[in-house]
């Protein structure tokens, strides 16, 4: 089928054999066009990059070559409106798309493997022809684009996963068992359900704006595990023991501003290497975490919640701030007798205002050197708790440096 296309096109080039090497291997090809791309259909492997220029319009078929060794790029051709190969199965670098306004075809039957997928600001892309699936990228970040699933992109292991800004996004499912470094997942649809079946260990993980979390398998967070402005009714983290590292006092738990949350299960939970904050969950009425034993930095609750139960506590390297618009008389007498809390241990129901360490409030004042809490108090303001996405371990440092 090629050879119809590409017999013409090689004679129209003149190219020849002996060139047909140089071709297939330079720096950068650059692709304006078809006919450019055409070029390409006898070289099974390009070595080096692809760069489809902001000029190539319309269709645009990379067919004959199965591998890049480099990076396949395309930015801002706002008149392409379709990119595909029926033949490409790797890409040794990123597949870097930016900027495609009226892309609405991405078809690339055979590719399985993309060493880093970064697919920005493609507004008009609602779906991707991914058949053979891509089962090994090891970055990944998909955002501003109008996609409603990302079927065709099942990977088990990966260091970034960053999904954002998808308005239309309803599904993200992958069997996924290991990211290293972060998955960052928010501001998609409101109705966004996301599913890591397989997730069993995960460095830093933050979720926000998501309908739906499913998490079964996930045994322990490496790094920070933030929930933030979600809409789920439930969090359940059956298997979930370890987040962060108590000995290196990193890695906080966050459940922050969720609405509808009214119920947190993470029985397993034994050790939080930062601080874990609680606030702003106003469906949340209980708070338990049965077997919570070490904590690196700081407990910060702060809500309307009607009961806390840590029974399981046996040392708190930082303080204990918990406030709560109700009476939660009983519960703080278990918290405030607790030994295990190096810091301050504050515990105080019916508070008309409650107001967290974090957010740069006076409850917490206390112990350490002074000077170092005035200037961190006035950090924490800065490092509000609604920038602490980006900052969580910072927030948590910052806690365990006031109390
Ligand atoms: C996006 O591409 C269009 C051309 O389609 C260009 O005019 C515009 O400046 C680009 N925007 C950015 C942010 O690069
Ligand atoms: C992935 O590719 C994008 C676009 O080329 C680049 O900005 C980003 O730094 C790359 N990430 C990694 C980890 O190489
Ligand atoms: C995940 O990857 C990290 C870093 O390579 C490794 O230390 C950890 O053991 C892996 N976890 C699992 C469950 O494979
Ligand atoms: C995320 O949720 C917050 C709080 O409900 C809301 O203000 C924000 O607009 C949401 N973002 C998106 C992209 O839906
Ligand atoms: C939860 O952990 C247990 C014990 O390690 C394991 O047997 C079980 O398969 C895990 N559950 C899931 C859903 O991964
Ligand atoms: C886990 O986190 C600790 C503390 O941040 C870090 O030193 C270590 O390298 C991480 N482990 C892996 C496998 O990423
Ligand atoms: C919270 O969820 C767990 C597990 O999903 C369930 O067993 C428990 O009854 C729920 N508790 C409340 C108060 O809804
Ligand atoms: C909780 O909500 C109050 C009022 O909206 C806000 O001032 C405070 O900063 C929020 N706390 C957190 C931890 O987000
Ligand atoms: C907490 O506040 C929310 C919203 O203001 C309210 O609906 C809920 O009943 C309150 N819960 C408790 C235990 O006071
Ligand atoms: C996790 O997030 C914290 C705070 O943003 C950062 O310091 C740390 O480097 C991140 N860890 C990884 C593995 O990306």
């Given at each position: 089928m090629f050879a119809h296309t590409l017999l013409p096109a090689l004679a129209v080039f003149g190219v020849?054999?002996?060139?047909?090497?140089?071709?297939?291997?330079?720096?950068t090809a650059t692709i304006n066009s078809q006919a450019d791309a055409?070029?390409?259909?006898?070289?099974?492997?390009?070595?080096?990059?692809?760069?489809?220029?902001?000029?190539?319009?319309?269709?645009?078929?990379?067919?004959?070559?199965?591998?890049?060794?480099?990076?396949?790029?395309?930015?801002?051709?706002?008149?392409?409106?379709?990119?595909?190969?029926?033949?490409?199965?790797?890409?040794?670098?990123?597949?870097d798309l930016f900027n495609l306004t009226v892309l609405s075809t991405f078809s690339f039957t055979d590719l399985e493997t993309v060493n880093n997928i970064s697919w920005i600001s493609l507004p008009a892309l609602s779906s991707l022809t991914l058949p053979s699936v891509i089962s090994t990228a090891k970055f990944i970040t998909i955002s501003n684009t109008f996609l409603s699933t990302l079927d065709g992109i099942n990977i088990d292991t990966a260091e970034t996963l960053e999904v954002n800004n998808n308005n239309r996004l309803k599904e993200f499912s992958t069997q996924?068992?290991?990211?290293?470094?972060?998955?960052?997942?928010?501001?998609?649809?409101?109705?966004?359900?996301?599913?890591?079946?397989?997730?069993?260990?995960?460095?830093?993980?933050?979720?926000?704006?998501?309908?739906?979390?499913?998490?079964?398998?996930?045994?322990?967070?490496?790094?920070?595990?933030?929930l933030y402005e979600n809409y789920f009714t439930s969090l359940s983290a059956p298997n979930l023991t370890t987040v962060g590292n108590f000995g290196g006092?990193?890695?906080?738990?966050a459940i922050v501003a969720n609405p509808s949350l009214a119920n947190i299960t993470i029985p397993g939970l034994t050790s939080v290497g930062g601080a874990v904050q609680i606030a702003n969950n106003s469906a949340l009425n209980g708070i338990s975490f049965s077997k919570l034993s070490t904590i690196g930095g700081a407990i910060d609750f702060t809500g309307n919640f009607s009961s806390v139960s840590l029974p399981g506590l046996t040392i708190v390297s930082g303080g204990s701030n918990i406030e709560s618009t109700s009476d939660i008389t009983s519960s703080c007498s278990d918290i405030t007798d607790n030994n295990a809390i190096a810091g301050t241990n504050n515990c105080k129901g019916k508070v008309a205002n409650p107001t967290g360490i974090a957010t740069?409030?006076?409850?917490?004042?206390?112990?350490?050197s002074s000077s170092s809490s005035t200037s961190s108090k006035g950090a924490a303001v800065?490092?509000?708790?609604?920038?602490?996405?980006?900052?969580?371990?910072?927030?948590?440092?910052?806690?365990?440096?006031?109390?």
């Open positions: 020849a054999a002996a060139q047909t090497s140089s071709l297939c291997s330079q720096a055409t070029q390409y259909a006898s070289c099974s492997t390009i070595d080096g990059d692809v760069l489809i220029s902001s000029a190539a319009s319309g269709v645009l078929q990379l067919d004959g070559p199965e591998k890049i060794t480099g990076n396949l790029i395309c930015h801002n051709a706002g008149a392409l409106t379709s990119i595909g190969s029926a033949t490409l199965a790797s890409v040794g670098k990123s597949l996924v068992s290991n990211v290293t470094s972060v998955i960052d997942i928010n501001s998609n649809g409101k109705l966004l359900e996301v599913a890591f079946p397989n997730l069993i260990w995960a460095a830093n993980l933050t979720l926000r704006n998501v309908s739906s979390l499913s998490i079964p398998s996930l045994a322990t967070i490496n790094g920070s595990f933030g006092r990193s890695g906080s738990l740069g409030s006076g409850t917490a004042t206390k112990t350490g800065t490092f509000g708790v609604g920038e602490s996405v980006v900052g969580l371990g910072l927030v948590g440092t910052l806690m365990q440096m006031l109390l």
